[in-house]
């Protein structure tokens, strides 16, 4: 009994690791890239990315940028939201979180990728995601 407990165990955690719930290098680097794009705009004076995984969170970016200019806002979000779009990366939620220098947040925009939430809308702002 004991080894098909131990072999159940090993079956859930391989199935697991399909859904994305290990630690993805390709993600990681996502968020990197993502914070770069986003402290390319002049009005951005810092950015950092936070990135989540395991069973009770699936994989997940969260990125948060400073700015200087309050109406620069929406830009910033939707050069991440477009940047994490354009990835062939395999993660599924992206939060972006825009404050001002106090650490006032001006925007959020939670994105996910699924077809009852934010695909539509994200196809028809930035094509289809590649690899999907």
């Known amino acids: 009994m ?6 159940l165990f090993l ?19 996502l968020g990197k890239h993502i914070v770069d794009a986003v402290k390319a705009d002049a009005a951005v004076s810092d950015a950092s990315y ?5 069973l009770d969170r699936g994989q997940h970016l969260h990125i948060t940028a400073t ?11 939707d050069t991440a ?10 993660v599924y939620h992206l939060t972006v ?8 947040t001006l925007s959020t925009r939670n994105i ?5 939430f934010d695909r539509p809308e994200m196809e028809r702002s930035y094509g289809p995601r590649p690899g999907r």
Not at 2 to 7: F, G, M, P
Not at 83 to 90: D, G, N, V, Y
Not at 112 to 116: F, L, Q
Request: net charge negative.
């Open 2 to 7: 004991r080894s098909l407990y131990c072999a």
């Open 11 to 29: 079956l859930l955690l391989t199935a697991c690791g399909e859904q994305g719930v290990s630690f993805d290098a390709e993600v990681d680097e």
């Open 50 to 54: 936070r990135y989540e995984h395991g």
């Open 67 to 77: 700015v200087t200019d309050p109406a620069r806002s929406d830009q910033v979000v």
């Open 81 to 90: 939201a477009k940047t994490f779009w354009q990835s062939p990366a395999r």
């Open 97 to 104: 979180t825009v404050q001002d220098a106090s650490g006032a």
């Open 112 to 116: 996910e990728d699924a077809a009852s």
